[in-house]
C-alpha cells in the first residue's frame, strides 16, 4: 500500500462538463503522476509533478490541466470533457529512496464515463 | 512513436507452464525496466524490476531476462497458477523525474 487515495472512484459526466480528479498520498512524495489506460494502449502519461507548483506535460496532456498546491494533493482537471476522454485514470508516485531510484506505485483508478 | 514494443498482446498456457513476455525498447538512455501485474478493477502493481548492469533478476517465480545489446527484456513465470492470470506491462524509465514508459500489455491466463 503506498497511501494514495484517488477520488472519485467512479464518475459519469456530459460532453463539455468540467471535471477534477484528485490524488492524495500520505508518504510525502515528491514525484507524482497521471496515467489514463485504454484498451490497446497501455498507460500513457497526462501530466507529472515533481513538487509543489512544479509540474510537466506527458505524452498526452491536451484537453487536461493539473495543480499541484501542497505536497499531498495533485490534481487533474478537465475543462470540457470529450467522449474521448472516457477512460480510467491512475495516479501514481515515485519512491526515490534507498538508491533503487523511482518505483513508481499506482492508485486503485478513477473510472471516467463521458457521454 | 511506441517507444516499448510488447508482446504477444495474449497468452494461454496451462498451469506449471512457463509463459514468456517479451520487451523491446528503442531509447537507449532507459535506465530501469519494471514490469506491473494488474488485475481487474485494480491498480497495476510493480512485480519486479531490472537495471542493466545485470543481466536476469529472481524474484521468487519471476524471472526478468535483459538483454541490453539487443534491447530487449523478458519476463518468465516459473510453475504458472491460475492465481497469476492478469494483465502484464512492462515499462521503462531513464533520466530524471522517473516518467514511465509503458507497453501496450499482455493478457495472461493459466488454465488449471
Known amino acids: 500500500d503506498a497511501g494514495i487515495t484517488q477520488s472519485p472512484r467512479h464518475k459519469v459526466t456530459e460532453t463539455g462538463t468540467p471535471v477534477t480528479l484528485r490524488c492524495h498520498q500520505t508518504e510525502n512524495h515528491r514525484y507524482m503522476y497521471w496515467y489514463r489506460q485504454d484498451p490497446g494502449h497501455g498507460l500513457r502519461l497526462i501530466h507529472y509533478?515533481?513538487?509543489?507548483?512544479?509540474?510537466d506535460k506527458g505524452e498526452v496532456s491536451d484537453g487536461y490541466s493539473v495543480s499541484r498546491s501542497k505536497t499531498e494533493d495533485f490534481l487533474l482537471t478537465l475543462e470540457s470533457a470529450t467522449s474521448s476522454q472516457t477512460s480510467v485514470y491512475f495516479c501514481?508516485?515515485?519512491?526515490?529512496?534507498?538508491?533503487?531510484?523511482?518505483?513508481?506505485?499506482f492508485g486503485e483508478g478513477s473510472r471516467l464515463t463521458v457521454l | 512513436q511506441q517507444q516499448v514494443k510488447q508482446s504477444p498482446q495474449s497468452l494461454i498456457v496451462q498451469k506449471g507452464g512457463i509463459p514468456i513476455i517479451n520487451c523491446a525498447y528503442e531509447?537507449?538512455?532507459?535506465?530501469?525496466f519494471p514490469w506491473y501485474q494488474q488485475f481487474p478493477g485494480k491498480g497495476p502493481a510493480l512485480l519486479i524490476a531490472?537495471?542493466?548492469?545485470?543481466s536476469e533478476k529472481k524474484e521468487g517465480r519471476f524471472t526478468i531476462s535483459f538483454n541490453k545489446s539487443a534491447k530487449q527484456f523478458s519476463l518468465h513465470i516459473m510453475d504458472s497458477q491460475p492465481g497469476d492470470s492478469a494483465t502484464y506491462f512492462c515499462a521503462a524509465s531513464g533520466g530524471s523525474n522517473y516518467k514511465l514508459t509503458f507497453g501496450k500489455g499482455t493478457l495472461l491466463t493459466v488454465n488449471p
Open positions: 531509447n537507449t538512455a532507459f535506465d530501469y
Open positions: 509533478s515533481y513538487g509543489v507548483k512544479d509540474t
Open positions: 531490472i537495471r542493466p548492469d545485470v
Open positions: 501514481a508516485i515515485a519512491r526515490t529512496s534507498g538508491g533503487q531510484g523511482g518505483e513508481l506505485f
